[in-house]
């Protein structure tokens, strides 16, 4: 569950409520409107990698917690909580590339770059750009799990 949350940026409960109905074929889960923060239906395309992790059940039984106090206790670690996963996920985004907009609609955000004037006339959900920085940051954490050069490389504004 813990690699879910830092591959996707989601939080907790979005993840822990997530039902094999959510996930497409191709990958793309959906998490309705009722089980998000903001009360917005939220895309995320699931790389590879993240689609691995989802066991056929969900996760039901897992609870975020429990695993922390297990992880901290085989890191010797304690002071971190779930929540961080969320912010690494939005900081590494941003150190590689990605638009503070994307980013943003990555982690369903409204305010910030999306909110204002941009928020009312701007609608687009930029899904090619969000699956685009999903997949690179998926091959980020791979390479730095792999322990390979985690080199940075910007990515083309189209």
């Known amino acids: 569950m813990l690699k879910l949350l830092l591959l996707t940026g989601c939080r907790p409960r979005e993840v822990l409520g997530m039902t094999r109905s959510e996930i497409s074929d191709d990958g793309v889960w959906t998490i309705p409107s009722e089980r998000s923060k903001n009360h917005l239906p939220h895309v995320v ?55 503070p907009d994307v980013i943003e609609l990555a982690v369903n955000h409204s305010s910030g770059t999306r909110g204002g004037v941009a928020g009312v006339y ?25 322990g390979r050069s985690a080199s940075v490389v910007p990515m083309k504004r189209a």
């Open 122 to 146: 701007n609608r687009s959900k930029l899904l090619p750009e969000r699956k685009a920085a999903l997949e690179r940051w998926a091959a980020h954490v791979i390479r730095l799990v792999e």
């Open 45 to 99: 395309h699931l790389p590879p990698m993240a689609q691995q992790l989802i066991p056929a059940e969900g996760f039901g039984a897992y609870w975020a917690s429990a695993i922390k106090v297990r992880l901290d206790e085989a890191m010797g670690i304690d002071d971190w909580q779930i929540r961080d996963l969320r912010r690494t996920f939005v900081t590494g985004l941003a150190n590689l590339g990605i638009r």
